[in-house]
C-alpha cells in the first residue's frame, strides 16, 4: 500500500463547508463525536478520517483529539487510514457462512485482486471482513457503503453487484 | 395452527412510516395520550402484570425496571432505547424500525412518562445507519404535532427524544458500554455498580430497554381486549419477535405466541432445512447464546422452557445449522466473532478468547490433548465469572453447551 508516501491530505474550502454542515446538523454537540465521524468519513474519498480532518473538527468542538483518535481506532466503522471508494464489506459471521458466504469471498478477492485490507491501485476498492450486519435474511450478503446486496450464494450474483461499481 | 399472530408487529403495512398523518389515522399516538391520563405506577402495573420481560437479552422484569426507575428521585432523568441488535441472526430490531419507527416514538415517550424523564435516546448500531431517516423524521413530526418536545399536548410534561449512531462495536449493545459511546467516548464497559437506574448516562439516572420490549407498550396499553395475555401461559405471556436465520428455507423474522414449539418455527415457518439436509445444531439468542440438537425440537418457545432444555431465550434468535458444518467449525466461527469484539480492557476476556481460539484451532488440526480441553473448559468458565461486562461472562456460551451436548467430540484419547 502507497500510504506511507501519499501527499499531505490538504482540507480543501469545499470539504471546510461540508464538514462545517455536518457539525451544524450535531449541534456542535461533542457527545456526538462518533455520529459527526461517521457522517465527515462519509465526505472523504477514501473513506476515512484523515489526520488534518481529525485536527479541524477538534477545533471546531469542544473534544480533544485524543479522544477523537480513541473512537477512530475503537469502532470497526471508523478508520484513521485510508480505505476505498468503495470498501466492500463481507459478513464473516456463522449465518452468512453456513450459507456460502466463504465462495463469496473467495469471489470479491479474485475479482478484486485484493486480499482483505488491501486496495485496488486505482484507490476504489478495498475488502473488509465485518461482524454480523444484521442481514441474515438474505445470507449470504456484502455491504458497500451501507448498501446491502444478499442472496448473493453464485460467484455470477456477486460479479454482477461489483460490476455496478467497476 | 396458531403460530401466525400480528400482536406486536400489527402496525406492518397498515401506514407509511414517513407519515405522521398515516400513523395517526391508524390509531397513533392514541396509547400516549391514554398514558398521559394516567398514574405511572398503573403504567408499570399493567407491563408487569403481563409479565413483559426485556427482549434484548437479558429479560430482566421490564414491568418492575420502569417501576424502579420511576422510583428514583432525582431533577433530570433519562430513557435509552437500545437500538443496537449485535448478536448474530438478530434483527429483529430492523424490522420494528423499518416497518413502525412512529410506534417506537411513541413508546419511549410513553416511558418518559412513566418514570418522569425529560429525555430519551435512541443508540442506533452503524449497521442500521439507512434507518436514520425514518427515525428522524418520526421524530420531527411528532414534535410538529406536539407528541414530542415541550409540553406535550398540553400536559405540562417535557420529552425530547435524541437519535445517536452507534460505529460498529458489539460491545456496544452492554448497557455500560452503550452510555459511554453516547457521551462522545470510546464505548467501554465499567463495573456496575453504580446501576443504570441511579447513576446511567451523564452520570444521570437511566431507564434502558430494547426495541422490541419498547415496541409492545403502545399495543399493551390499547389492548383492552386483553388479547396479548391470551397468548402462552405462565411467565411466558404474549407473544415474541424471533430472527430466524441459518440453514433454513425461509429466513425471517416472526411473531409467535409463546409456547410454539421450536419445530413449528423452523419446519412450518421456516419450512425447514434445505438441500436434504440434516439438523446439527441450534443457536439460540445469538453468538452468546447456548447451542442444542434435534433433542430440543419439540420443546415449546417459552422462558422457563427453554431454560429447563438448557438454552435461553437471549436475543431471540434461532440459528439453524445442518450437518455441512461440524460442530468444531461452528465453535470456530463463533470464537472468532468474539476474538474480534472482545474490546481487550478486563484481563479474562482479552486472554481468555485468545488462547480458546488456540485450542480451538488445535482441535481442528487433530493436535489438542486432554490437557488442552481442561484448560479450555477452565478458561471459558473463569470468563464467565470474572469478566467485566456481559459479552465476556457469556462469550463461551456456545462452547460450554456444546461440551454438555456433544461430549464426544471433546473426548481425546490419549495422553493427559
Known sequence: MATENAPEFVITDELAQKIDRVLIEHEHDATQIVGVLLDVQDLIEQKYVPQPVAFYIAQKLPIKVSVIYDCLTFYNALSSTPRAKYPVQVCRSVACKVNGSDTLFETVKDVLGIQPGEVTYDGRFTIEEVSCFGACDVAPAVRINGKVYGHLDTPDKVRAVLAEFM | ?416
Not at chain 2, 442500521?128 to 423524521?137: A, G, M, Q, T
Request: one cysteine or more.
Open chain 2, 1 to 416: 395452527m396458531g403460530y401466525d399472530v400480528k400482536f406486536i408487529t400489527k402496525n406492518f403495512g397498515k401506514y407509511d412510516p414517513m407519515s405522521i398523518d398515516s400513523y395517526l389515522s391508524i390509531g397513533g399516538f392514541a396509547a400516549l395520550k391514554r398514558a398521559m391520563a394516567m398514574d405511572g405506577e398503573d403504567i408499570a402495573s399493567l407491563i408487569a402484570e403481563a409479565k413483559v420481560k426485556g427482549r434484548g437479552g437479558a429479560a430482566y422484569d421490564m414491568g418492575r425496571k420502569w417501576s424502579q426507575s420511576r422510583a428514583v428521585k432525582a431533577p433530570h432523568k433519562l430513557v435509552i432505547c437500545n437500538a443496537d441488535e449485535g448478536e448474530t441472526c438478530t434483527f429483529k430490531d430492523r424490522e420494528l424500525i423499518k416497518n413502525d419507527p412512529f410506534n417506537l416514538i411513541e413508546a419511549i415517550t410513553i416511558c418518559g412518562y412513566t418514570v418522569n424523564a425529560q429525555d430519551g435516546y435512541i443508540y442506533l448500531r452503524e449497521e442500521y445507519r439507512h434507518l436514520r431517516p425514518l427515525l428522524l423524521n418520526a421524530i420531527k413530526q411528532a414534535e410538529e404535532h406536539n407528541l414530542l418536545g415541550y409540553n406535550i399536548q398540553n400536559t405540562g410534561f417535557n420529552f425530547h427524544i435524541h437519535l445517536y449512531s452507534g460505529a460498529g462495536a458489539y460491545v456496544c449493545g452492554e448497557g455500560t458500554a452503550l452510555i459511554r459511546s453516547i457521551e462522545g467516548k470510546a464505548g467501554r464497559p465499567r463495573k456496575k455498580p453504580p446501576f443504570m437506574k441511579v447513576s446511567g448516562l451523564f452520570a444521570l439516572p437511566t431507564c434502558v430497554n430494547n426495541v422490541e420490549s419498547f415496541s409492545i407498550v403502545p399495543h399493551l396499553l390499547m389492548d383492552e381486549a386483553r388479547e396479548y395475555v391470551s397468548y402462552g401461559s405462565g411467565e411466558s405471556l404474549g407473544t415474541k419477535l424471533v430472527s430466524l436465520g441459518g440453514n433454513v428455507r425461509r429466513p425471517g423474522v416472526y411473531e409467535i405466541p409463546f409456547g410454539t414449539t421450536v419445530r413449528d418455527i423452523i419446519y412450518e415457518l421456516g419450512q425447514g432445512i434445505p438441500g436434504g439436509q440434516s439438523l446439527r445444531l441450534i443457536q439460540f439468542g445469538g453468538a452468546s447464546g447456548k447451542i442444542s440438537d434435534g433433542r430440543i425440537l419439540d420443546t415449546p418457545y417459552t422462558y422457563d422452557d427453554l431454560k429447563a432444555a438448557g438454552v435461553t431465550v437471549g436475543s431471540g434468535s434461532i440459528l439453524v445449522i445442518d450437518n455441512r458444518t461440524s460442530v468444531l467449525d461452528f465453535l470456530r466461527m463463533t470464537q472468532d466473532f468474539f476474538s474480534e469484539e472482545s474490546c481487550g480492557q478486563c484481563t479474562p476476556c482479552r486472554e481468555g478468547n485468545l488462547h480458546i481460539k488456540l485450542i480451538l484451532e488445535k482441535m481442528a488440526r487433530g493436535e489438542a490433548t486432554q490437557a488442552d480441553i481442561r484448560d479450555m473448559k477452565k478458561i471459558a468458565t473463569i470468563m464467565s465469572i470474572s469478566s467485566l461486562c456481559g459479552l465476556g461472562e457469556s462469550a463461551q456460551n456456545a462452547l460450554l453447551s456444546a461440551m454438555k451436548i456433544f461430549p464426544k467430540i471433546f473426548e481425546i484419547g490419549g495422553a493427559a
